[in-house]
Each structure stands twice: as C-alpha cells, then as structure tokens.
C-alpha cells in the first residue's frame, strides 16, 4: 500500500521568502505525481502534475521536482505572498486512486 | 468550462437518517472518484465509477455506503442510517479517462451528523 507523508505539517514564514515543501512515498513505481492546494473549506485546486520520467515542471512561482528513486518530491514557492497561505497536498495514483498525504499547511506572514 | 460542482455544499442531519449527496463532473469526463476527508487529513478514497460502473468501492467503510452513477455522469453518494463517525467533508473527482490523469475536485460537501 502507498503510503505518503508531508513534512513539515505546518509552517509560517515571511512574506516574499521561498517555501520549500516536502513529500514522499514508500512505493517509487509511480507514473506520476501531483500537487495540490487546498484554501480552508474548499476543494482541491490541481497546481502541477509531474510525470515519472519529469526531473520538473514549473508553473509561475511554482516548481516541483521528483526524484522517484528516492521517493521524494519537493515543491518551492518563490518569493511567497500572503494569498499562498493555504494547505498543499502530495498525491500519487495507484489502484484507482490518488493517496494523499496529510499537507503542508502555510501562513505567509504580511 | 464549467468545473466539478456538488450539492448541497453543506448538510447537517440527525443520527440515524438517510442522506443523498450529489457530484456534477466535468463534462466528458468517464472517471469519477468519491472521497472522504476528516480535518487535518488528506483526503481518503470511498469509490471510483469508469462510465456507469463501479470499477472499485473498496474504500467505501461499510454496506452503509453506496454510490451510483446511472447515465455516467453524475453520481449521487447515499449514506443510510448515519452516524456522527461520518461527519467530514466529501470530495468527488473527475478526471477524462484513467487515475493517472490529472483528477480536478469539486469543492466538497461538508455532512455533520448530530
């Protein structure tokens, strides 16, 4: 079974420094993996997908790597802002389903 | 275009009673996920239809659960004679054909059983 973990759980940083959130997976047979954001009370908001065979995708302010060998993802934020406090999730597909892990939850700080 | 919607966005009953919660996919869309997620956990997997069929409900927690979807494109999760253990917010996904494809959510519905 697939199993995900998200470190830190929670963290606060100042506005305009770089987030760097970390994910990783037990089973590395993942053909892909994908990042989300969740603001408080609301759905899931897909940000970036990254295929097996992708070392990074970039969207914006937004960079994910993946080191499947490893079983390691990690998504920056550059020069953060207030409107990225919200809570980002890690998942990889795998018998028809996404495994979560639990998050990232982020404050920027004014 | 239009994205997942769910209906209602929330929904309080009492211990006991039957309720219906409702998931639009994106249009063409042949995969829908339900899953459940309790505060400060990741979401967790209850069902996933391919077209009109159950392809796996091996997350569903009990023959309490069930869910359709009979025209393949909106599906309704019915929860019979609820507990207060079911109160969390219910994510439906859809994605064009297969798990591997990006999943969008609907922005969930929030049950609290009293």
């Known amino acids: 079974k697939q199993e995900v973990t998200q470190i830190p759980a929670a963290l606060s940083v100042p506005e305009g420094e770089n987030l760097v959130l970390n994910c990783s997976f037990t089973?590395?047979?993942?053909?892909?993996l994908q990042w989300f954001r969740q603001d408080p009370g609301k759905g899931l908001t897909s940000l970036l997908l990254?295929?097996?065979?992708?070392r990074e995708q970039t969207s914006g302010r937004l960079n994910a790597s993946l080191d499947k060998s490893s079983g390691r993802s990690t998504l920056y934020i550059a020069a953060s802002q207030p409107g990225d406090s919200a809570t980002y999730l890690c998942?990889?597909?795998?018998?028809?389903?996404?495994?979560f892990g639990k998050g990232n939850q982020v404050v920027v700080i004014p | 275009g239009a994205g997942v919607s769910q209906t209602p966005s929330n929904k309080v009953t009492e211990k006991g009673k039957y309720v219906e919660l409702r998931c639009d996919p994106i249009?063409?869309?042949?995969?829908l996920y339900w899953y459940r997620q309790s505060l400060g956990q990741g979401p967790e997997f209850l069902i996933y239809?391919?077209?009109?069929?159950?392809?796996?409900d091996s997350g569903l927690p009990n023959d309490r659960f069930f869910a359709v979807r009979p025209e393949g494109s909106v599906s309704t999760l019915k929860i019979q004679r609820t507990e207060r253990g079911d109160s969390a917010v219910y994510l439906c996904?859809?994605?064009?054909?297969?798990?591997?494809?990006?999943?969008?959510f609907g922005p969930g519905t929030r049950l609290t059983v009293l």
């Open positions: 998942a990889v597909p795998g018998n028809n389903r996404l495994a």
């Open positions: 249009s063409g869309h042949t995969a």
């Open positions: 996904a859809s994605s064009p054909l297969a798990v591997t494809d990006t999943q969008y």
């Open positions: 089973d590395s047979a993942i053909y892909n």
């Open positions: 990254i295929q097996s065979s992708q």
């Open positions: 239809f391919q077209g009109t069929g159950a392809a796996d």
